[in-house]
């Protein structure tokens, strides 16, 4: 069954990350480079600001490092326990797929720490935040979503890795939201 499971995995790989196109590929690895979101955050940060002034936003900032430090670190424990490889150092999906990027990252890629990271923040601060934009939560997970699928695309992870990512991501920042709110409640902020 597992097997089974991994085969449609790899098959599924294929098929979308031979979807792309040389005309697509710069925009998808600036939208997998973890430097591109930075516009997106320090507006986050900013509307965090406005609605809950300087002490709440520090408690808010020490929380965010904190929740990216546990979904980065979970994602680098996986890699190593679980020890999936890359579908570019996977001898059998390599020669047929599409390798955007110049290198291919770490040997082992399960699970997705990109799409975890952004799953995080698009959860968490789609939940604290949803009082002053209307759509924010909705735009926060389409964005962590097109960054889980640059990961496909550009061919340094198979879906499975995405979609645990994403999974384990959302709910560690749902998790983080509870901590964020009982940290403000605790220390009457």
């Known amino acids: 069954m597992l097997e089974e499971l991994l085969q449609l995995d790899?098959?599924?790989f294929l098929y979308l990350n031979g979807l792309g196109t040389p005309q697509w590929d710069n925009f998808f690895?600036?939208?997998?480079?973890?430097?591109?979101?930075i516009p997106l955050y320090l507006f986050l940060l900013?509307?965090?600001?406005?609605?809950?002034?300087?002490?709440?936003t520090f408690v808010l900032l020490i929380t965010v490092a904190l929740l990216i430090t546990v979904t980065d670190q979970l994602g680098n424990f996986f890699k190593y326990g679980v020890a999936r490889l890359r579908p570019c150092h996977d001898p059998e999906v390599e020669p047929y797929m599409r390798l955007v990027k110049s290198y291919c990252g770490g040997?082992?890629?399960?699970?997705s720490a990109h799409?975890?990271?952004?799953?995080?923040?698009?959860?968490?601060?789609?939940?604290?935040?949803?009082?002053?934009i209307k759509y924010l939560g909705f735009f926060l997970v389409l964005w962590a979503a097109l960054v889980a699928y640059s990961r496909v695309y550009i061919g340094v992870h198979f879906p499975l890795d995405i979609?645990?990512?994403a999974l384990i991501?959302?709910?560690?920042?749902?998790?983080?939201?509870?901590?964020?709110?009982?940290?403000?409640?605790?220390?009457?902020?």
Request: net charge positive; glycine share 10%.
């Open 163 to 165: 979609i645990t990512g």
């Open 10 to 12: 790899k098959d599924f």
């Open 46 to 56: 900013i509307l965090s600001y406005q609605k809950y002034g300087g002490k709440r």
């Open 107 to 111: 040997k082992f890629g399960y699970f």
């Open 169 to 189: 991501g959302s709910l560690f920042g749902w998790l983080f939201v509870k901590l964020f709110i009982f940290a403000l409640r605790k220390f009457s902020l």
């Open 115 to 132: 799409a975890s990271n952004s799953f995080a923040l698009a959860v968490f601060f789609g939940s604290i935040l949803k009082a002053s």
């Open 29 to 37: 690895q600036f939208v997998s480079h973890k430097f591109s979101a």
